[in-house]
């Protein structure tokens, strides 16, 4: 693995190494205090081309701990595409930065900057895909649902269902099906046809994917995962995506209709409350929402460890 353009940069047993490594350093800094200075002297150029809280705060804080530092460059200085081209930005912060993390509207701007970059090139977000949100994804369900650390088949996740509900075709479903794909889930989707993952893409799922537009289809979830009906980028189509997708809000109601009462609830944040989901979820116990944001600190310090530290990943 050279860059983080997507999760189906990885491989199995790449993703499973990264998770054991963010566990170590987790496990390090939380029960013993101690920090790991592997990027000391090392900087990562953060390229936002759209807002952001926890991918922002979460690479800086993750460099910061790490020994390194982080630089913010926002929309207007950069104009990825705009004011200057992928690749030559690409280029340019090839002599400055030891790795690049890009949140951009066109995945093509991610493939540019992976081809032209000298330093590894980490995806922040676009239109099409979120694997850094995947990464944590996974990590939270390992926590919560893994077998044993110690045990080689770790985390054990084969055979959990995951659903996920509303906007099936965003960058956030297609990574988290990505990503459940490499750990063996069962996915599913329960969104209105027009908001079906494209054929394409899941042709390009090695697996299984059952998609249905019927509610029904969250009866078997252990995980019921969410995330917003009007993605940035989307705000002309606002109140058309509302009233489509308004019957999928993750509510009181939709849980019922899970089988499973430990089942859990996921949304990648920022979330829009009384839209895709209900205060009451939202801040109910099946909620997992906060600790899943607090991992993407956790498994994105793995990732800038070995991208940009050369730490090897762990094996069983
Ligand atoms: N989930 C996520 O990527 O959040 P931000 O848009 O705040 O970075
Ligand atoms: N699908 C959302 C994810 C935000 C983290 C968006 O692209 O706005």
């Not at 953060?46 to 807002?51: A, G, N």
């Not at 982080?70 to 950069?78: F, G, I, N, R, W």
């Not at 289809?217 to 509302?242: C, H, I, N, P």
């Not at 997708?245 to 609830?265: E, F, M, S």
Request: hydrophobic fraction near 40%.
């Amino acid at each position: 693995m050279r860059h983080f353009g997507d999760i189906c940069n990885l491989t199995r047993f790449e993703m499973i190494g990264l998770l054991r490594l963010t566990r170590f350093l987790q496990r390090d800094r939380e029960v013993r205090g101690q920090n790991h200075p592997i990027l000391q002297g090392k900087h990562l150029a953060m390229v936002f081309m759209k807002p952001s809280l926890r991918t922002r705060v979460s690479f800086e804080t993750g460099m910061l701990q790490l020994g390194g530092h982080a630089s913010y460059l926002s929309p207007t200085e950069v104009g990825l595409g705009d004011r200057e081209t992928a690749p030559d930005v690409a280029r340019v912060l090839s002599g400055y930065a030891d790795g690049i993390m890009a949140r951009v509207f066109d995945h093509r701007h991610i493939l540019d900057l992976m081809e032209h970059a000298q330093v590894p090139v980490i995806n922040g977000l676009s239109m099409a895909t979120h694997p850094c949100q995947a990464l944590a994804d996974m990590y939270t369900l390992a926590q919560e649902f893994g077998s044993h650390w110690a045990s080689p088949n770790w985390p054990g996740l084969q055979g959990l269902k995951i659903v996920y509900v509303g906007d099936g075709d965003s960058n956030v479903c297609h990574s988290l099906l990505e990503a459940g794909q490499l750990l063996d889930l069962e996915l599913r989707i329960v969104a209105p046809e027009a908001y079906q993952p494209q054929a394409d893409f899941l042709d390009r799922i090695d697996a299984e994917v059952q998609v249905t537009a019927d509610l029904e289809g969250v009866a078997e979830a252990d995980v019921v995962y969410t995330d917003v009906f009007v993605s940035m980028g989307q705000e002309a189509d606002r109140s058309r995506r509302l009233q489509d997708l308004a019957a999928y809000q993750v509510d009181a109601q939709l849980l019922q209709r899970t089988r499973n009462p430990k089942a859990i609830v996921m949304h990648c944040l920022p979330a829009h409350r009384g839209e895709e989901i209900s205060d009451e979820v939202m801040d109910g116990p099946h909620s997992r929402v906060f600790p899943q944001a607090h991992n993407r600190l956790h498994t994105q310090k793995a990732l800038l460890a070995h991208l940009l530290g050369g730490e090897p990943l762990p094996t069983p």
